[in-house]
């Protein structure tokens, strides 16, 4: 993780052309490449960001940050107050609440609950970054990652983008589409889903366990 505090402007060239005046901010670059540019206020959503993979350039006073599709993150610095860099290791993934496991659960028990002839391939995948919860085939052969939330926000869409970029890189799964499930999707999440290309669902868990399971157990 690198972290420069600093009085800055941020010009975004893509889709949309955006600009951010000069001011103080907090610039994070992290270890999977992922830059994200916060102000001092706003809760955790960055005023502006490039998701990984991306390529930084950076000649001190100017960081230019380029995705595949051409998009730009061009950050110029004025005064920099605070730099640090520290290496934080592997993390261990976000250790999901009792819902979530059994939401997990259920949904590995009724994969159709995805569409009509889906079948589950394995739950807790593992890629690099992480396991994505649910691994599955649809009915014409192709790989669906599902993410599972108790409530759908951007930073679970953000999380199940990053399992696809891994998951995509594979060439015995790719391609792979990505569902994000939940009992509620917050329309922020809805949006991005969309922009994404990831479908949404949301779920009901007092139904889904009141169908009995097929699924034999010794309990």
Same mark, same amino acid.
């Given at each position: 993780m690198r972290i420069r505090i600093a009085d800055c402007t941020v010009r975004y060239e893509g889709r949309l052309n955006a600009y951010l005046p000069m001011a103080t901010r907090l610039v994070m670059v992290k270890a999977d490449g992922c830059v994200a540019i916060h102000a001092d206020g706003g809760a955790y959503k960055p005023l502006n960001w490039m998701n990984a993979p991306n390529t930084l350039s950076d000649d001190g006073d100017t960081w230019v940050v380029v995705n595949p599709k051409g998009e730009k993150l061009i950050i110029e610095f004025a005064d920099v107050h605070f730099e640090t860099a520290h290496e934080m290791g592997e993390d261990p /993934? +976000?250790?999901?609440? /009792?819902? %979530? #496991? %059994? +939401?997990?659960? #259920? #949904?590995? %028990?009724r994969p159709e609950t995805f569409g009509e002839g889906v079948e589950l391939i394995r739950r807790e995948y593992p890629t690099p970054i992480g396991p994505v919860d649910l691994l599955c085939r649809d009915a014409h052969g192709a790989t669906i990652a599902v993410e599972i939330k108790r409530r759908g926000e951007i930073d679970g869409v953000e999380q199940l983008t990053r399992y696809l970029d891994f998951l995509n890189r594979d060439s015995r799964l790719a391609p792979v589409r990505g569902v994000f499930a939940a009992q509620i999707v917050k329309p922020q999440a809805r949006v991005l889903c969309q922009d994404r290309g990831i479908g949404w669902l949301e779920v009901d868990y007092d139904a889904l366990r009141g169908v009995d399971s097929d699924v034999m157990k010794l309990f």
């Open positions: /993934g +976000l250790v999901k609440d /009792g819902v %979530e #496991l %059994e +939401l997990q659960r #259920l #949904l590995a %028990e």
